[in-house]
T-cell receptor
């Protein structure tokens, strides 16, 4: 079943701007992960945040997790044209499966 | 990092034929592999979970006789779409998780590049 559900946004931003996307889920989780998918390709793992963490950074990525609201956000700072992709959150409830959200299409205009 | 190779990248077949898709972990042992289906601009739908040496666990609504999964070794899982029909046309993606006890590595998935199946 699909737990993670991004706000159904299609973001179009200028290079250098920040991109923010959100994800909400419904049940308890072990961790939440963000993945990127370029058109017609597989997914690439970006960052994982555990249920006892509130914020995590990795390069230009910043992820927050609010377990009380069952939501997460992904911020990409100083975006580049190469960041153009679809971004998915996925929740891990500890049962060896990931449930993916609907995805956010991000277009970075050079 | 861990690499998952998926072949073929795309396949076109006639209705009624069977198509086999391979998913290989190249530099690690994948005790668990997952098969997903993705429609255009939509999310990934988990079809089944396969564990090496045992029968696959299918998600509700997925026909196991139509989507045959074999995970005969720690580095190879195959998905065979039997008697394919146009409605089976989709993007199929495999992913793998290592069985190693390194927690940080064990939790994330490594994805193949996907297979676009078009059934005429």
């Amino acid at each position: 079943s699909q737990q993670g559900e991004e706000d159904p946004q299609a973001l179009s931003i200028q290079e250098g701007e920040n991109a923010t996307m959100n994800c909400s889920y419904k049940t308890s989780i072990n961790n939440l992960q963000w993945y990127r998918q370029n058109s017609g390709r597989g997914l690439v793992h970006l960052i994982l945040i555990r249920s006892n963490e509130r914020e995590k950074h990795s390069g230009r990525l910043r992820v927050t997790l609010d377990t009380s609201k069952k939501s997460s956000s992904l911020l990409i700072t100083a975006s580049r044209a190469a960041d153009t992709a679809s971004y998915f959150c996925a929740t891990d409830d500890g049962n060896n499966r990931l449930a993916f959200g609907k995805g956010n299409q991000v277009v970075v205009i050079p | 990092g861990a690499v998952v190779s998926q072949h073929p990248s795309w396949v076109i077949c006639k209705s009624g034929t069977s198509v086999k898709i391979e998913c290989r972990s190249l530099d690690f042992q994948a005790t668990t592999m997952f098969w997903y289906r993705q429609f255009p601009k939509q999310s990934l739908m988990l079809m089944a979970t396969s564990n090496e040496g045992s029968k696959a666990t299918y998600e509700q609504g997925v026909e196991k006789d139509k989507f045959l999964i074999n995970h005969a070794s720690l580095t190879l899982s195959t998905l065979t779409v039997t008697s394919a029909h146009p409605e089976d046309s989709s993007f199929y993606i495999c992913s793998a998780r290592t069985g190693q006890a390194i927690l940080a590595t064990n939790e994330k998935l490594f994805f193949g590049s996907g297979t676009q199946l078009s059934v005429l």
